[in-house]
């Protein structure tokens, strides 16, 4: 146990000479306890599966923002950048967003 307010998972990213490889842990824990060691938190979104997506926090609020970023590629094809700031600005202004307690590196 750690008195440091910082905890969470671990989700890296690498992009080089254009290529990306992006990896995280398979952990899912409730305060100290393992409730799962095999979670599968990098998944291939987009209508042909070509953007990489990781999640880091709450289970809920990440299969939220997931849905709601697939939503917004479909939205915008072929444009990841302008789908990753529009749902940013959803985020920053609906009422139920603003709490999501989620990161989600993007390539």
């Known amino acids: 146990y750690s008195s440091s307010p ?5 989700i890296l990213c690498v ?18 306890s393992i409730v ?6 990098v998944r291939r979104i987009g209508i042909e599966n070509d953007v990489l997506v990781g999640f880091a926090g709450s289970v809920a609020d990440a299969l939220t923002l997931r849905e709601r970023l697939e939503k917004k590629i479909e939205e915008y094809p072929g444009q990841l950048p302008r789908a990753c ?23």
């Open 6 to 10: 910082w905890h969470g998972t671990t």
């Open 15 to 32: 992009r080089k000479d254009g290529k990306v490889v992006m990896a995280g842990d398979g952990q899912v824990s409730q305060g100290a």
């Open 36 to 41: 799962k060691g095999t979670a599968v938190k």
């Open 85 to 107: 700031v529009e749902l940013a600005k959803d985020w920053r202004s609906d009422k139920y967003m603003k709490d999501l307690e989620v990161s989600c590196p993007t390539a």
